[in-house]
């Protein structure tokens, strides 16, 4: 029956001598506006014909209008996966190129923000890219940003964090009023510097109050900072209203730790060779709290060793001895009430290498080049129960006072920041030595 309404309908067409002047006037048009000009002409048609006809050129219409939106949609969706793809060594970056151009007309920004997600950082910045196209091109022609898709997708903590962050500083940019709106609820939010920002709004919060009654504002952006310099900040004014404040816990800085050495690192060769406590481990084997081995200067024994600095700081040079071409394992356990993937993240300015399990996963052979907090990040997995960890710190022979550091720091967080605590963590060989606290 439908197909019999459109015969008749096409009929109705010719008989009216539309698509001689339809094709007269369109000549000298683009696609888009030959389009345009079919749907106004066969409409002016149909208009003169019964009703039957104008509800089948409705039909019509909006199976064309629907037609044309997937159609488009699938093109978004085509273009995104194109950016996805992208390899590094310039592999595929003509057709990046073009998926851009694409893109920037398309108005399309949520379905490029959700393509952030599971992203490589190659295909992120060129999603980024297109991103940034698509607002300019949108600004150009005076259009109007999404602003609720936008904040919705902000709120989504399950993107992309770098993709939600684009979004609020695009939203920013147009109205600062949304910092306000936004930033309050997100002092627990998975991207750090939305928890920044938070931190810092109750920071100055906090210093604007007086005396007690910044104290629960300050612990309350104490329960989301996770950068060096705010923790610092709010802990030296809680300490000054008498609060007790453990950085140490906060940042899940492991403190209690068993040490063994020094073995043999001259002229740097001591990082290759694989010592007794390092075999042990990648044999998949216990530590032996008890073993004595052949050091540098003879047989070494483990001895527990804690720091009480406020970042974790364990300095081998001071509290053991500066033993110059010469490297240490420093050995703890870390309780998991779960599988669970964590960051392991670790400052140094000594060459190192880490193993969790017995399993290598990863190393640095460079010396007092800096150390930082958070230097450097791991990612690792986590089994349920005790987890083992073990740590070759490596010191050379420089003599200039700016090389004498021999020490670390390590922690256990999220890709946050914030730290991840363990149900127990016990130093190797006394498990009555305490948690760390």
């Not at 910092?179 to 931190?199: G, K, S, Y």
């Not at 920071?203 to 705010?230: F, L, R, W």
């Not at 002229?267 to 709290?289: H, I, N, R, S």
């Amino acid at each position: 029956m439908l197909i019999s309404c459109y015969a008749n309908l096409a009929a109705g067409v010719f008989s009216h001598g539309l698509l001689e002047r339809f094709f007269e006037k369109s000549a000298t048009h683009d696609s888009c506006n030959v389009v345009a000009a079919a749907v106004v002409f066969v409409g002016d048609a149909v208009m003169r014909a019964g009703c039957v006809y104008r509800r089948v050129f409705l039909s019509a219409i909006l199976l064309f209008t629907f037609t044309s939106e997937r159609s488009r949609a699938d093109d978004v969706a085509d273009a995104v996966k194109l950016l996805q793809s992208v390899e590094p060594g310039g592999k595929g970056t003509g057709v990046a190129r073009k998926a851009v151009e694409s893109l920037a007309s398309s108005g399309a920004m949520l379905p490029v923000l959700k393509g952030f997600k599971g992203s490589s950082p190659l295909a992120v910045n060129w999603l980024r890219n297109a991103f940034e196209e698509i607002v300019t091109a949108e600004k150009a022609a005076s259009k109007p940003l999404p602003v609720q898709e936008l904040k919705g997708f902000i709120a989504d903590r399950s993107e992309s964090p770098i993709a939600r962050r684009l979004a609020y500083e695009t939203l920013r940019d147009q109205d600062a009023a949304i910092e306000a709106q936004l930033i309050p609820d997100m002092l627990l939010d998975p991207n750090a510097e939305f928890r920044r920002d938070a931190v810092a709004k109750l920071i100055n919060e906090a210093s604007a109050a007086e005396g007690a009654a910044a104290t629960p504002i300050y612990q309350k952006a104490m329960s989301g900072a996770v950068h060096e310099d705010q923790v610092k900040q709010i802990a030296e004014a809680l300490r000054k209203n008498g609060e007790t404040v453990n950085i140490q816990k906060h940042f899940g800085f492991l403190s209690q730790w068993m040490v063994i050495g020094p073995f043999d690192n001259k002229e740097e060769k001591g990082f290759a060779v694989a010592y007794t406590p390092e075999t042990t481990a990648a044999e998949g084997k216990p530590l032996d709290p008890a073993g004595e081995y052949d050091g540098q200067l003879g047989k070494v024994k483990w001895q527990a060793v804690v720091t009480e600095d406020d970042y974790g700081v364990l300095d081998i040079a001071k509290q053991i001895q500066n033993y110059k071409g010469s490297l240490m394992y420093a050995s703890t356990s870390w309780k998991s009430d779960r599988d669970q993937n964590v960051e392991v993240r670790l400052g140094t300015p000594n060459a190192w290498k880490l193993w969790v399990n017995g399993k290598l996963v990863f190393e640095r052979e460079e010396y007092h080049r800096s150390s930082a907090m958070d230097q450097y990040k791991v990612p690792v997995s986590l089994k349920a129960g005790e987890n083992v960890l073990l740590l070759k710190v490596c010191q050379n022979e420089q003599t200039q006072d700016w090389a004498q550091k021999y020490q670390f720091q390590l922690r256990v967080c999220d890709s946050t920041g914030s730290a991840v605590l363990p149900v127990s963590i016990t130093a190797k060989n006394d498990v009555s030595s305490g948690e760390n606290r």
